[in-house]
């Protein structure tokens, strides 16, 4: 069993800059995967990058690449993602999530993680 809770959302102009902070806690040795991802009103939740718990590799969306950056702290029991030059397509409510299993690379796909956290809503707007 996986707990996450999200932080760090909230309102930005256009090329802005927000961290977003995902805690965990649990069986944590059971996961390999982590990940965030996006829902806007209206549209499919999204992978948005993705972590390799034991290994560090990362995988982005294509559409973030080079704009944010997904870390973790395992001291602190803290999964990150950094957003920078925010633009208005990046507004969504924003999920951390894990994955049961043991694997060597992470997949995007919603529908293969097993806990999620409640969300931190992300605005950007001029």
């Known amino acids: 069993q996986v707990q996450l809770v999200e932080s760090g959302g909230g309102s930005v102009h256009p090329g802005g800059s927000l961290r977003l902070s995902c805690t965990y806690s649990g069986k944590t040795y059971t996961t390999t995967c982590m990940g965030w991802f996006r829902q806007a009103p209206g549209k499919e939740r999204e992978g948005v990058a993705t972590?390799?718990?034991?290994?560090?590799?990362?995988t982005y969306a294509d559409s973030v690449k080079g704009r944010f950056t997904i870390s973790q702290d395992n001291a602190k029991n803290t999964l990150y993602l950094q957003m920078n030059s925010l633009k208005p397509e990046d507004t969504a409510m924003y999920y951390c999530a894990a994955r049961l299993g043991w694997y060597s690379t992470c997949s995007s796909a919603v529908k293969d993680y097993n806990y999620w956290g409640q969300g931190t809503q992300v605005t950007v707007s001029s």
């Open positions: 972590i390799n718990t034991a290994g560090g590799r990362t």
